[in-house]
């Protein structure tokens, strides 16, 4: 079955540190994607990342970074300089692309920044 | 250009009425999805519609329906509703093909109490 894993409910970066957020999944499939999505208190959730799993380079976007690691099947999101406005939870999810469409989030992590 | 809406904001009913929420999609954007965010939870994604037609389900039961019309906006109906439908519910739309892993972009949600 397919799953995906974020194993810590809470975590906490100082303004202008570097935290990192882990995602581990499972999957039978050679063709998917996975994403890093933001949802702010009381805001709507809005897409930070998103890695194409035939694509060995790993995505960035500004401050946020992925470590894709097929083989092990992990994807880590690095938020470095993190800023007040990064506080929300953030969720790990992965796209089946192959067949009928299927979307699995995590769990969720909540970041907590603290001035 | 217009985001993702949803009506109502907030809806409450009884065990075993009938409900339809509805989602007003970007403009341009072809494809819906519909998710079930329970209390501190992920999302859990009930189903995607393209071009009016579902094109990828997850793990809910039939009493979870939905359409897509010409105009891609969409409504998910719930049938006999029960205690655990309790939740937050997301709207996702996205432009091209569905699967090929395109930014959704999210409504602000119809929270949903069952009584």
């Known amino acids: 079955a397919q799953t995906v894993t974020q194993s810590q409910p809470e975590m906490s970066v100082q303004e202008a540190e570097t935290v990192t957020l882990s995602c581990t999944y499972d999957?039978?499939?050679?063709?998917?994607?996975l994403f890093w999505y933001k949802q702010p208190p009381s805001r709507q959730m809005i897409l930070v990342i998103r890695?194409?799993?035939?694509?060995?380079q790993n995505a960035t976007e500004n401050r946020f970074s992925v470590n894709f690691q097929k083989a092990a099947k992990s994807f880590s999101l690095k938020i470095s300089d993190s800023q007040l406005g990064d506080a929300a939870m953030y969720f790990c999810?992965?796209?089946?692309?192959?067949?009928?469409?299927?979307?699995?989030f995590g769990t969720g992590t909540r970041l907590k920044v603290l001035a | 250009e217009t985001g993702v809406t949803q009506s109502p904001t907030h809806l409450i009913k009884t065990r075993g009425q009938q409900v339809t929420l509805r989602c007003s999609s970007q403009s341009g954007h072809n494809t819906v999805s519909w998710y079930q965010q329970a209390l501190g939870q992920g999302p859990q994604f009930i189903f995607q519609y393209y071009r009016e037609e579902e094109n990828g389900r997850g793990n809910f039961p039939p009493r979870f329906s939905g359409l897509q019309f010409p105009n891609y906006s969409s409504e998910l109906n719930v049938n006999a509703l029960e205690l655990d439908d309790s939740a937050l519910y997301l709207c996702?739309?996205?432009?091209?093909?569905?699967?090929?892993?395109?930014?959704?972009?999210f409504g602000p949600g119809t929270r949903l109490l069952v009584l």
């Open positions: 999957t039978s499939e050679s063709d998917y994607y």
């Open positions: 996702a739309s996205s432009s091209g093909l569905a699967g090929a892993g395109e930014t959704q972009y």
């Open positions: 999810a992965y796209l089946i692309s192959s067949g009928t469409y299927k979307y699995i």
């Open positions: 890695q194409e799993a035939y694509k060995q």
